[in-house]
């Protein structure tokens, strides 16, 4: 099934960077970059070299999400491509705000694919996706 299911997005998400693919799977889309809130611009007792390592508090997540949930507001289905555990787990953390305020969006999505960002391309990630709709997703569903 490598067709894209109609209306489907694919969101890449790290702690400070969403890609946002609103054309799914196809292979020669360009994603929307949407980036976090920079901890920097506000005024914080944090070390330089706190900023560097990610020891400082979090950033605006809420700013972030709402970006996020703007860009996937209109998708029938959405899959989400990310990494981390626990308190690092953005996927999560995103799919857990929707819980709370956007349930309509969260309602949406129909998979989540942990993977090692740092190592693939945005090509490789779609590809990722396409792998998983073919072994994974029932579009009927």
Sequence with gaps: MSDNPEGL???ELTRDRALVWVTGVDPNGR???LRAPNEKSRHMHVREAQHHHGHETDHENATFYESISQAVANASGIVL????????????????YWERRHQDIGAKVVGAIDSDLEALSEKQVLALVR????????ASE
Aim: charged share 25%; glycine share 10%.
């Design 131 to 138: 792998d998983w709709l073919d072994e994974d997703y029932d």
């Design 81 to 96: 491509v990310g990494h981390g555990k626990g308190k690092a787990n953005q996927m999560l953390r995103l799919t857990q």
């Design 31 to 33: 994603p929307h970059v």
């Design 9 to 11: 997005v694919v969101v």
